[in-house]
């Protein structure tokens, strides 16, 4: 245990005040936003009284029999959940939705954010006794860069010029272009630290709080405790069991029969059941996943600002949350930052359902038989069809016809997604707003699917990455989001929020807006009251 | 007789064959490229070519349909594209987890269904007889997956009697897993002892018919015996057919109790496998329901064959 862990547990425990604790580890060295949320944790952790020991049996949606314990390979809730158990990353996406220190107890940028300084923590061991040191950092960290890696983190990755071993513990990582937001993206549940060199992911070796125990994809894997953990607060539970449930249904029933502990992705038509259950809580949270409606600014109709304009307002985005989510959604206001996101633009005015602005703007275009087609297929997501239906009708009460077309599921996303001119698709939340805003939306981003060409945009978004101040950076950021609620051809009617069940008996299993299941952390971070 | 049964095989053999070529040319014609779908965002023209290159794809389809007929001659079914396991380790637990989910029904369902049957054709027109043919036709009527979630609600939530889930694993013992697999089980039995049932209640009544009944009749042989011992052997043709269908049934059909039990068999490795464009487990599962499903078609022809002293003592 180092020594901010042993105030940590101190602080819980109630022996040492919040300002001592508060003083105490920042003369320790942490920065004063980590301190805050590690006062925060302890905190929490304390009113829950937390337990050692059991087995936490869990029901997840999101696995499949083609699953593998390469983190490369991750994309869905069962291995992201398992790959937290098993590995640390350099930097955790707090319960605040901040970078706050893992495996790196301190970073600090150079060169306008061009240039990073990790320094790593010491004394953490791996599973096979080898202690985390700058070679591991540096190989794990290239396992995702190159032209030939496989790894999901790759485009994020792409940014990374060079990544270099100080000392011992220290590594040096150059961007191609200053990133302010760069902790952040290492975040991601991709970049796991393993051994130098290591490559027999049938037998993960990480500094996790568990081992496999067994690993049936797609069916039940199983962790057990791996030996005293490195986060003295955290890792408490002996073993935890994922079942893989992908039908929405049998997850439900699992919860409430009582053979599993918690789920993810409860069912939003039925999940009063679990609000009425005296034994079962919901746990939900705003999140940053999002349903899109592309229209290709560069395409005719939709070259036409006014025929856009038209569109967002006919667009029922309440009726939208009802229709996609049963109300478990926030509203969109065609921009992608959430409300959950720290540099979430509070100051714009809520785009809202108006027939007759509508109406006014459709006239303005002058494009009384201009042909809408709405692409869709419920292969983008779950609900996809009815999205598109029900802007159909909110948009015919306006006077605009819009022809929605059904495209087959197979191969919608190869065939319909970023050829089409107006198209349904989702995007999962990402970490920081400048990497979302990255992604879709700069004009060269291969994955701009609304073709939104902005120079101005452009240069406030190369401006915000390179911005280590937090008040310029902030401004940069509220221009662009309110840039896309006024003009961009995106529409994003709503937010979906994370929706987990779990038995009474669970502690530690927190609301995160970043993921399900606690930003998939629940392994390490949940344990069983007595 | 053993002609015949030679015939039958060959009969097999060749309808076995022609099944292989669908399921290699269905795979074949699937939207989408073996490679593209591997590569996914990463194709590029380059990477494209290469993948073929190391799937061998870029040869004749004809040459590689050989390589994969003989290789699946000899247990060799390749790899999984998708993690790269042994194609055939992967399919034989899961394969094993169906046929006993299978068996487990039908040596309850069958019996059951032959005996509800006869007494149904005994008591032709009674009260039972109504009963039996209305609840039955209910069961077949409705479709298995809500069989299934109202058995959960009130077996499994409400009295808490059996799991809802059927997570079993090669290591659960005999007991256990029939407890587990109780409810996946008791749907399909539900599911399956109509058809059964009502053909066998059907076929007696048909030969009750004939005039050697009427004979038996006259000569004042109690209804049991006659039903028992001179209709039933005689209509057990058809019935033999039907419970070969329903045990086809059982394993190749039985992909929805899978989802919604959690339970994991061969079909949910099916559908997982063609999701993911994972080609050699999709043609592995697609050839070892083909050879069940005719498999057990022959052994009923076989049987009913055997039944029949005509066909077993041809002149």
């Known amino acids: ?530 | 007789m053993i002609k015949l049964i030679a015939q039958r095989l060959a009969l097999g053999l060749m309808t076995l064959f022609a099944a292989s070529v669908l399921i290699f040319a269905g795979t074949e014609i699937l939207p989408g490229d073996l490679a593209s779908a591997i590569l996914q965002t990463n194709a590029t023209p380059e990477s494209l070519a290469a993948m073929r290159k190391e799937l061998g794809l870029d040869r004749p389809p004809t040459t590689r349909y050989v390589e994969w007929l003989s290789g699946a001659a000899h247990g060799n079914f390749g790899v999984s594209l998708a993690n790269k396991r042994d194609v055939a380790e992967e399919i034989a637990p899961r394969l094993q987890n169906t046929i006993f989910l299978a068996l487990y029904a039908a040596l309850i369902a069958v019996p059951l269904a032959v005996a509800l049957g006869l007494l149904a054709a005994v008591n032709q027109g009674g009260f039972y007889d109504r009963l039996v043919n209305v609840v039955t036709l209910m069961t077949v009527s409705v479709p298995e997956y809500f069989v299934a979630y109202i058995l959960i609600k009130y077996l499994a939530v409400q009295l808490g009697w059996f799991p809802s889930l059927a997570n079993v694993t090669p290591d659960t013992p005999l007991l256990e897993r029939m407890n587990l697999t109780f409810l996946p089980m008791l749907t399909l039995v539900l599911v399956i002892t109509g058809h059964m049932m009502r053909m066998t209640r059907a076929s007696v009544l048909s030969v009750m018919a004939s005039p050697y009944i009427e004979m038996a009749l006259l000569k004042g042989l109690p209804k049991w015996r006659i039903v028992v011992q001179h209709a039933f052997p005689n209509a057990l043709a058809p019935i033999i057919n039907v419970i070969a269908l329903d045990l086809a049934y059982l394993i190749v059909g039985v992909v929805i109790v899978e989802a919604v039990f959690v339970y994991p068999g061969l079909g949910q490795l099916m559908v997982d496998a063609v999701s993911k464009h994972d080609v050699p487990v999709v043609q592995a599962c697609g050839l070892i329901f083909a050879v069940i499903y005719i498999l057990l078609n022959m052994t009923a022809d076989i049987l009913a064959i055997m039944s029949n002293p005509r066909l077993r003592h041809p002149r």
Not at chain 1, 26 to 38: E, H, Y
Not at chain 1, 144 to 163: E, F, L, N, Q, Y
Not at chain 1, 197 to 217: E, L, M, N, Q
């Open chain 1, 1 to 530: 245990m180092n020594e901010l862990d042993y105030l940590k547990v101190q602080h819980a425990l109630g022996r040492l005040s919040r300002r001592d604790f508060i003083g105490r580890a920042i003369a320790l060295g942490a920065s004063a936003v980590a301190v805050n949320s590690l006062v925060l944790g302890a905190e929490a952790l304390a009113a829950e009284t937390a337990q050692k020991g059991g087995t936490l049996r869990l029901g997840l949606g999101g696995g499949s029999t083609t699953d593998s314990l390469n983190p490369l390979s991750w994309n869905d809730s069962v291995m992201i959940d398992v790959g937290f158990g098993l590995f640390n990353g350099l930097v955790e996406n707090s319960a605040e939705n901040r970078p706050v220190p893992e495996l790196a107890e301190k970073y600090e940028p150079k060169d306008g954010a061009k240039t990073w300084i990790f320094t790593l923590r010491k004394g953490v061991m791996f599973h096979n006794g080898k202690e985390f040191d700058a070679d591991d950092a540096v190989y794990s960290l290239n396992l995702h860069r190159g032209s030939d890696t496989k790894s999901g983190a790759a485009g994020p990755m792409k940014a990374v010029a060079d990544v270099k071993k100080l000392d011992k513990n220290q590594i040096e990582v150059t961007l191609a272009s200053g990133n302010a937001d760069f902790p952040t993206v290492l975040t991601d549940y991709h970049l796991m630290m393993v051994p130098n060199g290591f490559t027999d992911w049938a037998k993960p070796v990480g500094t996790g709080a568990f081992t496999v125990d067994r690993f049936d994809p797609g069916v039940r894997i199983a962790l057990k405790k791996a030996g005293p953990y490195w986060k003295a607060d955290r890792g408490l539970l002996d073993a935890v069991e994922y079942n893989v449930i992908n039908d929405t249904s049998a997850r439900m029933n699992a919860l409430i029969s009582g053979q599993v502990d918690a789920i993810n992705r409860a069912d939003p038509k039925t999940v009063s059941r679990i609000a009425k259950s005296p034994t079962l809580e919901i746990v939900r949270a705003a999140g940053g996943w999002y349903p899109v409606m592309a229209m290709q600014d560069d395409r005719d109709p939709y070259t036409n600002l006014d025929l856009r304009k038209a569109m967002k307002y006919a667009v029922d985005r309440e009726q939208m949350i009802k229709t996609l989510f049963s109300g478990y959604g926030t509203l969109g206001n065609d921009n992608p930052i959430p409300k959950s996101d720290p540099y979430f633009n509070s100051q714009l005015e809520q785009l809202k359902y108006d027939p007759d602005k509508a109406k006014f703007y459709f006239k303005k275009a002058g494009l009384a038989d201009a042909k809408i087609v709405l692409q869709t297929s419920d292969a983008a997501f779950n609900g996809a069809v009815d999205m598109a239906t029900l802007l159909q009708a909110t948009a015919g009460k306006a006077g605009i016809t819009v022809d929605v077309k059904k495209e087959p599921a197979d191969g919608y996303f190869d065939n319909v997604w970023l050829k089409g001119a107006f198209v349904a698709s989702y995007w999962g939340g990402r970490p920081a707003a400048t990497q979302m805003l990255d992604i879709a939306y700069q004009s060269k981003a291969p994955w701009n699917e609304s073709h939104w060409n902005s120079p101005k945009f452009d240069k406030l978004l190369t401006d915000a990455q390179g911005e280590v101040d937090e008040a310029k950076r902030k401004s940069y950021i509220w221009d662009m989001q309110a840039m896309l609620t006024d003009e961009s051809g995106t529409l994003i009617p709503c937010f979906r929020d994370w929706l987990d069940a779990k038995n009474k008996k669970v502690g530690g299993h927190t609301p995160h807006s970043g993921f399900d299941m606690d930003n998939g952390r629940i392994a390490e971070k949940a344990f069983l009251k007595a």
